[in-house]
């Protein structure tokens, strides 16, 4: 059943004139009126009573009537869902994102993506680096907020932001009231770190730079999230390196301090390399210019 003849039907219905329905479609009155006999024969019935001065709905009429109303009203509704669909302003965004980036701003990005475009469903997931670059390239994900790796070819990245690290000690401990330490002097701690299988890349940075300092640390746990970390280092099974934005989780019973180094954990938007789809490029736009409002690159200190 094609549109054009329901809304024929409907202006005829409505006005209850074949003329007057034809001036209101700004077409003639013959071709109004053989659409509308079109219709009864596409439909076997009859929908319309004529007479040369009026023109009454059947009962068939009256139905069909109120169902085209409906009709016309979804057919503008899936008309507009698939514009905002095409305009990247309807759909939905699957994003991972690594525990830290809490206390990196994505709160404040999801909010931004939200009012920008409050018909798409954001649907999150925390994993690691490596499980999210994994989840990419099997098309689970749209994008993801990762420490920076190395990526493979079917994964682009973007930098976002750097910042320096910083020890994380038991509030309990002999320095946890200082502002500042020597690397040196936690040669004997016990350390947790992030785990190596979790990012490599972060194992080897805080690593090598215990081994800058002149000792090999104890690693005696690793664990899969800074915030982790953070949590064993306040119940005092020992202290570890991690970046600067664990300051802002404020977790009970812990104390970070600065330390002179220039190492830095940069954090990274990555997405699949063939993703061109229209909300996935305006998903990327808004997150860059997020970022870059907030100047890329800005290092954060311990207090």
């Known amino acids: 059943m094609e549109l054009r003849l329901l809304r024929y039907f409907i202006a005829v219905a409505e006005e209850r004139h074949f003329s007057r329905a034809a001036q209101r479609l700004h077409i003639s009155q013959p071709p109004l009126s053989y659409a509308i006999r079109q219709l009864e024969d596409q439909l076997g019935v009859r929908l319309l009573e004529r007479s040369s001065r009026h023109v009454a709905l059947t009962p068939a009429g009256q139905v069909l009537y109120g169902q085209a109303l409906a009709l016309l009203r979804q057919a503008e509704e899936v008309g507009l869902l698939v514009q905002r669909v095409d305009a990247g302003l309807q759909g939905r965004c699957r994003i991972g994102f690594v525990g830290s980036m809490l206390y990196r701003g994505l709160p404040d990005v999801l909010a931004a993506l939200r009012a920008a475009m409050p018909g798409v469903e954001q649907v999150l997931q925390e994993l690691n680096s490596n499980d999210q670059i994994e989840a990419l390239r099997r098309g689970e994900l749209d994008l993801g ?34 502002r500042k330490v020597d690397l040196r002097e936690l040669a004997k701690e016990d350390f947790i770190f992030f785990a190596r299988e979790a990012s490599p890349s972060y194992y080897e940075t805080v690593l090598s730079l215990c081994v800058g300092a002149g000792f090999y640390p104890a690693v005696r746990h690793e664990v899969r999230h800074w915030l982790s970390v953070c949590a064993l280092v306040s119940q005092g099974l020992g202290v570890s390196i991690v970046p600067a934005c664990m300051i802002r989780s404020r977790l009970a019973g812990t104390r970070f301090l600065n330390f002179d180094h220039e190492a830095r954990s940069r954090s990274q938007l990555i997405w699949p390399a063939q993703q061109a789809t229209p909300l996935a490029a305006r998903t990327l736009e808004i997150v860059r210019r997020h970022f870059a409002s907030l100047g890329i690159g800005a290092d954060a200190e311990a207090e």
Request: charged share 15%; net charge negative; hydrophobic share 45%.
């Open 145 to 178: 907020f990762v420490h920076a790796n190395p990526l493979p070819p079917e994964v682009r990245g973007l930098d976002l932001m750097a910042e320096p690290f910083v020890v994380c000690l038991p509030q309990s401990h002999p320095m946890a009231g200082r």
